[in-house]
Nanobody, 131 residues
Framework: QVQLEESGGGSVQAGGSLRLSCTAS????????WGWFRQAPGKEREGVAS????????YYADSVKGRFTISQDNDKNILYLQMDSLRPEDTAMYYC????????????????????????WGQGTQVTVSS
């Protein structure tokens, strides 16, 4: 059974940067799409970035496009989310996630509806951005 563990969250001022990391361990079925979603108190989950396994394609929510970058190190089974130019509205719990083992297109993990397509996720890491 796969286990996903996020790290790298914290508190920063607006305009700052953070890099989230996610380590995958355990046994799991072949994965097509990995991603990150976030959830703020009282708000729906939002898929913010996804990547086709191997890194050939990436997808972003409009709210983070140009500021966030998703990448992976396949050799180390680590997924990253580089977050630059952070804004107070980026404050949320961020979760690393993977698909359910079947391909539906990695772009389908973006947005509120997209976040519901993920099959497995970690415990999350808190990101707080102050103005």
């Amino acid at each position: 059974q796969v286990q996903l563990e996020e790290s790298g969250g914290g508190s920063v001022q607006a305009g700052g940067s953070l890099r989230l990391s996610c380590t995958a361990s355990g046994l799991y079925a072949p994965t097509y799409c990995w991603g990150w979603f976030r959830q703020a108190p009282g708000k729906e989950r939002e898929g913010v970035a996804s990547i086709y396994d191997g890194g050939s394609s990436t997808y972003y929510a409009d709210s983070v496009k140009g500021r966030f970058t998703i990448s992976q190190d396949n050799d180390k089974n680590i997924l990253y989310l580089q977050m630059d130019s952070l804004r107070p509205e980026d404050t949320a719990m961020y979760y690393c996630a993977k698909d359910k083992g079947r391909y539906i297109g990695c772009g389908n993990y973006i947005g509120s509806a997209g976040a519901l397509n993920f099959g497995t996720w970690g415990q999350g890491t808190q990101v707080t951005v102050s103005s």
